[in-house]
């Protein structure tokens, strides 16, 4: 039996929302979105108390589940960064990312933390963390970054460096990474750079608009040194047969993205023998021509986003019930009370962030974000 759930709890200075997707002798997977529920407490309380409501919930909630991957989200990297990573420095229990996207409750750290059953895990030696069941591997990297002279040049390094990695398991980056995510700190001044580099890297690879990209997300977010101006999350699975993989095109909402420059798939599906597992990348307000839609209306921008999300979703035979988490960024602060409400009202139980982000073209206001999973039978290939 399969099951997809999402339930929340809270504690007297923490909201956690959780989606479960249970299979029975199989590998289950968790979601979790801890937010800090009091903004006036200081940063070291608001750490505890959302670390704290972490390992209770794994011991109390999560079965035996062990963490794959962890994002903070912090308000103030630079003062808030170093603690964080001495705490987590004493139990690193997978792959890593802490990016400074301010929560948009006002608190200064959220936590989105993905879980699994029955996996076997490890470091490897290059950084890269291994989650293993059955006949796969999956590679998940977080918070790699380098301190070239631009944007450009550290893009290119971070992914000559992940090329580096993936060969010494075994893997290429046009065959098995599924999903990255680019952290670039000014984001409408360094963009560019993220942009020319990977577009560059990529045709080294193998990746062009004649082959297929990565699901992306490219997005404002910034390291606690503040000569890092682009930081890479990463996530490669080993063992994937032809026809496991497929990307997303929506062509009635959406456009190819090398059609205006820039090199990601609007999204990725692969399925298993068990399941199949869904990967939007960041997705915003813009039509079939790579026009930006209702520019300063964040109403509609927000709604026209769902469409394009929902109309990749029903390409991959999936809907937003099938959804585990969401992230939400958004340009302007001012439009967090329209925007939660939006949400909350359409998606109460999902397990959700909103961030300040800005989207990598100034005339998004809104951009999201989302995985999810849902059950499937195909005897062609061996569960996940």
Known sequence: MNNNRQQSYRSNNTIAEISKYEADGGVSEYHVMIHSTH??????????AVVDA???LRETQLHGAVAVFKRYFLSDAANQAELLQALTAETTDCALSIVEQPPLNGTKIALWAYLQTNVQTQVLHNGLFEVKHGSYRHLWGGGAFNRAAN?????RLLLNDYVMQLMEQGCKLADNCIRTWFFVQNVDVNYAGVVKARNEVFVTQNLTEKTHYIASTGIGGRHADPKVAVQMDTYAVDGLKPGQIHYLYAPAYLNPTYEYGVSFERGTYVDYGDR????????ASINNKGEVMYPGNIRKQTERMWENVEALLKEAGCTFYDIGQMIVYLRDVADYAVVKAMFDER???????????????PGWLIEMECMGVKALENKEFASF
């Open 39 to 48: 903004p006036e407490a200081t940063y070291e309380e608001q750490l505890k």
């Open 54 to 56: 972490y390992y209770q």
């Open 151 to 155: 944007s450009e040049y550290q893009t």
């Open 276 to 283: 199949r597992q869904v990967f939007i990348s960041g997705t």
């Open 347 to 361: 998606f109460p139980h999902t397990p959700k962030v909103f961030l300040y982000a800005p989207v990598c073209r």
